[in-house]
């Protein structure tokens, strides 16, 4: 509408000779179709897309799971325990791989299921980035993502389990026996336990891509229309 | 099941299966239920029952001998909690796998859930997805659980070797989550698999 609407119709209102307009019309006198009132509204912008939170979010979690993965292939290089020995023996230091000491013939190798874990990781990692150019490995992605957070979880619950269950043991026997040996947890169980919350947290970003996907999807169709 | 078909309008009844949205206005497809997912939905409560099981069985049981003797003077076997049954004194370190065991079996029967659901439509969807990605959830569990369970194991079965007057023989808990990890596998490569069969097309005046 671009004037005030009358009825019946009727002449539209003047102003007298010689007294000047309280609204001069823009445009000068060539404008047509002007009233008083609200100026007009400005062309709308061309519409935006919108914003793409689902990729980012698969890269945020891409990029947790990297960190995961190389701070697991870490930790199975560092020491797991050490126990300072009484009696001034030397101290028991266990690694991922072996052990100074003579637990069994065959030292428990954390490494193995350790390295299988950070493989995982890496590998749900490297597919969520390759997911942001191939939409068809989005699926795939985030299972080998997924399965990698449950080992990164499974691995480091039982090591740090192990671990601080072996320090109680530890702390009886030096009661018994008044001795004193200490368990010093090594700093591959420490970057497993990072490593484990570092995985946890790509879970959030993980479930909410998806989620923000459909709700793109639908404001594009919406805006389509 | 018998429901009645959305749209059909004539007391068509569909006696199986699931409705998506139709192929032409008007009319609805009526599909049978994807088999590989169901498929898939079993699995995955095996793979559960195999973890449950697991719960009760024993990582290894160490025995004690004199030299000469066939009776053992002390024996002790691993549980799933980290406890020992039998004498309790022999076992110095303990290894639990309770935790990771029952939040993957949690993970599986949401997840067998799920692909429940996703059998109902013909295109897996959000179901058919969170089914997978549970079930791999659970798989890495399961699967990392038995590593750590076997290289465990591993070393103190190696003291049957070498060890004078100590037997050590594997329990049947590794194996038995080792199957509920193969199990869980499955269920999260069927999970998404399969398409539905259209069983009938019924219009919006007829049934056909």
Do not use: H, K
């Not at chain 2, 973890?51 to 003797?69: E, V």
């Amino acid at each position: 509408m671009t004037g005030p609407a009358y009825w019946p119709p009727q002449a539209p209102p003047t102003v007298p000779p010689g007294v000047p307009p309280a609204f001069p019309p823009p445009g000068g006198q060539a404008s047509v179709a002007w009233t008083a009132g609200m100026p007009a509204a400005p062309p709308p912008a061309p519409a935006r897309p919108p914003a793409d939170v689902g990729a980012v979010l698969r890269l945020v979690a891409a990029g947790l799971l990297l960190v995961a993965g190389v701070l697991t292939t870490i930790a199975c290089f560092l020491t797991v325990f050490e126990i300072e020995m009484a009696f001034g023996e030397p101290p028991f230091e266990a690694t991922a791989w072996s052990d100074s000491g003579e637990r069994f013939p065959t030292p428990i190798r954390w490494g193995i299921p350790m390295v299988v874990v950070a493989a995982a990781l890496l590998a749900g990692g490297v597919l969520l980035l390759l997911s942001r150019w191939s939409a068809s490995l989005r699926g795939l992605a985030a299972a080998v993502a997924a399965a990698g957070v449950g080992g990164a979880v499974a691995v480091g619950w039982m090591v740090s389990g192990y671990v601080g269950d072996l320090a109680g043991s530890l702390r009886e026997l030096n009661a018994d026996l008044d001795i004193d040996q200490g368990l010093r947890t090594g700093g591959g169980v420490v970057l497993l336990l990072v490593s484990l919350w570092t995985a946890l947290a790509a879970v959030v970003p993980l479930v909410l891509a998806p989620v923000l996907d459909a709700v793109r999807a639908r404001a594009a169709v919406g805006g389509g229309r | 099941m018998a429901r009645r078909a959305p749209g059909a309008g004539t007391g068509a009844t569909e006696m199986v299966g699931s409705t998506v949205a139709p192929p032409v206005p008007g009319s609805v497809r009526v599909l049978r239920p994807v088999r590989v997912r169901q498929v898939s939905a079993g699995l995955a409560v095996g793979a559960a029952v195999a973890g449950l099981l697991s719960l009760a069985l024993s990582l290894d049981t160490t025995r004690f001998f004199f030299a000469g003797d066939e009776e053992p003077i002390q024996s002790f076997s691993r549980m799933a909690d980290g406890g020992v049954v039998g004498d309790e004194d022999a076992a110095f370190d303990r290894l639990a796998w309770s935790g990771p065991t029952v939040l993957a079996v949690v993970l599986l029967v949401v997840a067998a859930t799920a692909a429940v659901l996703a059998a109902r439509t013909d295109r897996p969807g959000g179901w058919g997805s969170a089914a997978q990605q549970l079930a791999a959830g659970a798989a890495g569990l399961l699967v990392a659980a038995t590593g750590v369970m076997v290289v465990f194991a591993a070393s103190d079965v190696s003291a049957y070797e070498d060890g004078e007057g100590i037997v050590t023989r594997w329990g049947p808990a590794p194996a038995v989550l080792g199957a509920a990890a193969v199990l869980a596998v499955a269920a999260a490569v069927t999970a998404r698999r399969g398409r539905a069969a259209v069983l009938a097309t019924i219009g919006a005046g007829d049934a056909s």
